[in-house]
Structures are given as C-alpha cells and as structure tokens.
T-cell receptor
Framework: EPEVTQTPSHQVTQMGQEVILRCVPI?????FYWYRQILGQKVEFLVSFYNNEISEKSEIFDDQFSVERPDGSNFTLKIRSTKLEDSAMYFC??????????????FGPGTRLTVL | GEDVEQSLFLSVREGDSSVINCTYT??????LYWYKQEPGAGLQLLTYIFSNMDMKQDQRLTVLLNKKDKHLSLRIADTQTGDSAIYFCAETLSGGYNKLIFGAGTRLAVHP
C-alpha cells in the first residue's frame, strides 16, 4: 500500500542552524502539507502546497520557513535559522486533490526535531 | 476562531466501550474526522462524518455529531488492547483549502 515517508525520523540541531526535513508523498497525489506538534500540544497546520506554489499558510509559517518540491518525488520543509521553540514533531501529508468531496490526507510518521 | 478541544486521557477495561469526546467552535465545519496515532507511526484516518449528518457507524466505531452543541464523539465498541493509541479529533472548514484543524489528542489506555 502506498505511504508517505519522512526522513530523518529524528533530527537534532543547534539553535541558529538551518534544517531541511524531507518527505516523499504518495506518487499520484497533488496536494502536500506540513503540520507540526509541539510536545503536549495540538497538531498545527503550517502550510499547504499545490501546483508548485503555496496555497495556504498559517501564522506560524513565517519567513524562517520555506517549502519546495525540488524534483518529482520529494517535498521539503526548510527552517532557515532554528529556534528552541521550533522543537516539535513535524508531519508531512499528501492528498489526491479530489474536488466536490472530502479529500483524504495521508500522513507520514513524522520527523522529531530537537533544537538545542 | 478555530478551536478543537479534547480530554487528554481515557482509561478503559478490555471489552468495554470507549467514548472519546471532542468540542469545536467554528460553525463552518464541513467534515469532522477521527485520526489514530500509534507509537512511532503517522496519523491514520479512522473515520469521518459530513457536517450535515448526525451519526455514522463503521464496524466497531460509531461517530455522533451534535451540530447544535458543536460536540463530536467516537465510540469504540468491545475495546481491545490494540486500540490503545492517541485519538485526534479534527475538522475542515468551508473555504479552508482542506487544512485540518486538530485537537490535542486523547490517549486511550486499554487494560485487562
């Protein structure tokens, strides 16, 4: 069964460093998403991406964040200069992009980012 | 504003029914969802309900929606140890470009 994969499973970085979190969405999906969950808090929407551009982003997704689909398979989230409060589990998701009905999002297992 | 609330923890005996509750604030919900997260795994869609329905049954799972009170519940009949996980309530809103708004998750512990 096709699934969304994410690498690495755990990333440790120093404050101020850049990190890139990688995701491989399901191959025929057209919409891609990043969410994050700070320990003990809610899963929060960060950004959605369609047709090589951002379709929606949250207030969390400031200039320190960027997303890219560098090739036909990967979808990346870059944090330019990490802060302690960026420590969280980051989930990637993808969906087919069905219209007129519910468009199910399939989630990856997450990348745990720890900023020291 | 957009807000989804859940209780954080539920403990049940194996074989009993579990009821996980969720409240939301936005009136423009289109779909409401229940996701399950097992340790080390991603969020797995369990079931969903369209906002103009009030009940949906799927094998051991029953979803009840009270739109007036903005209350959603998930009942798991004959709860098994394999049901131990974190259960997330989520919604999508009309005009929301399909972004999911999640609660904090309810940890379900099933004991013998």
């Amino acid at each position: 069964e096709p699934e969304v994969t994410q690498t690495p499973s755990h990333q440790v970085t120093q404050m101020g460093q850049e990190v890139i979190l990688r995701c491989v969405p399901i191959s025929n999906h057209l919409y891609f998403y990043w969410y994050r969950q700070i320990l003990g808090q809610k899963v929060e929407f960060l950004v959605s991406f369609y047709n090589n551009e951002i379709s929606e982003k949250s207030e969390i997704f400031d200039d320190q964040f960027s997303v890219e689909r560098p090739d036909g398979s990967n979808f990346t989230l870059k944090i330019r200069s990490t802060k302690l409060e960026d420590s969280a589990m980051y989930f990637c998701a993808s969906s087919e992009g069905e219209t007129g009905d519910r468009d199910e999002q399939f989630f990856g297992p997450g990348t745990r980012l720890t900023v020291l | 504003g957009e807000d989804v609330e859940q209780s954080l923890f539920l403990s049940v005996r194996e074989g009993d029914s579990s009821v996980i509750n969720c409240t939301y604030t936005d009136s423009s919900s289109t779909y409401l969802y229940w996701y399950k997260q097992e340790p080390g795994a991603g969020l797995q869609l369990l079931t969903y309900i369209f906002s103009n329905m009030d009940m949906k049954q799927d094998q051991r799972l029953t979803v009840l929606l009270n739109k007036k009170d903005k209350h959603l519940s998930l009942r798991i009949a004959d709860t098994q140890t394999g049901d131990s996980a974190i259960y997330f309530c989520a919604e999508t809103l009309s005009g929301g470009y399909n972004k999911l708004i999640f609660g904090a998750g309810t940890r379900l512990a099933v004991h013998p």
